[in-house]
């Protein structure tokens, strides 16, 4: 595991915690420091605050993705939403505000690594599920492959699982809450926001249009309506 913080009250203090739940750690204090540490590394999992001095977590984020893409929890001191979706958008797989609690962010990394575990099991055993094709939207779940207009579309593990959750029920409405609890694997509500970020993250990617907003409940998805109907109508 490695943590990339500058503060180093906190990093010892992330550090100290996660080695008592049992993973090897090691800190990282700026940007560059961090890109070469996860190159030797390869870390199951990088811990990487948003502020650094040097390159800042978002490029660190970017060049470890481009490099050996691996699992990133963000930390952020602002409660910015524009921070957070560019993270996401970066490759990051989720994030924590600061000031948070250490149950939390252990709780954040183990469901993090489990959905990676999933990821990966999927991809050793290919899922037999035909793809889910919805207009010009096409969701291999073998493959773990998403298409919109014939252009392939790069969705993060977590993006990936909650984009089939919703579209295998199309204009099903699914609760913040249920999406939670299967996609990230959270047995509370305390991270809803952290849903409303993937969904506008995954909005982003794919358009819009595909995921509907049901006010004070959650999303649906909705199947894009062929050129050719549309036309017609």
């Known amino acids: 595991m490695l943590v990339v913080e500058d503060e180093s009250t906190i990093a010892t203090a ?8 049992g993973w090897k750690v ?15 590394l390869r870390p199951d999992a990088v811990v ?3 502020m650094l001095p040097g390159i800042d977590g978002l490029e660190v984020c970017r060049r470890l993705q481009a490099d050996n893409p691996v699992p990133v929890l963000m930390l952020t001191a602002r409660d910015d939403e524009t921070d957070m979706l560019v993270g996401l958008g970066v490759g990051a797989d989720d994030y924590i505000t600061k000031p948070f609690s250490m149950r939390e962010l252990v709780a954040r990394l183990k469901a993090l690594l489990r959905r990676v575990d999933r990821a990966a099991q999927a991809a050793a055993t290919p899922s037999s599920e035909p793809p889910i094709v919805a207009g010009d939207v ?34 099903t409405v699914l609760t913040r809450e249920r999406l939670l609890a299967e996609v990230w694997d959270w047995a ?21 249009e595909l995921i509907r907003t049901v006010h004070g409940v959650g999303y649906a998805f909705e199947p894009p309506t062929p050129p050719d109907d549309a036309a017609g109508a």
């Open 138 to 171: 096409v969701i291999d779940r073998a493959q773990r492959r998403v298409m919109r207009a014939g252009e392939e579309v790069h969705l993060t593990p977590t993006e990936f699982e909650l984009l089939v959750m919703l579209a295998s029920t199309p204009r």
């Open 188 to 208: 509370d509500a305390s991270g809803t926001r952290t849903v409303d970020s993937h969904i506008k993250a995954v909005r982003r990617k794919l358009g819009p």
């Open 26 to 40: 090691e800190v990282a204090r700026d940007g560059l420091t961090a890109v070469s540490a996860a190159e030797r």
């Open 48 to 50: 990487l605050d948003v």
């Open 14 to 21: 992330i550090a100290q915690r996660l080695t008592a739940e």
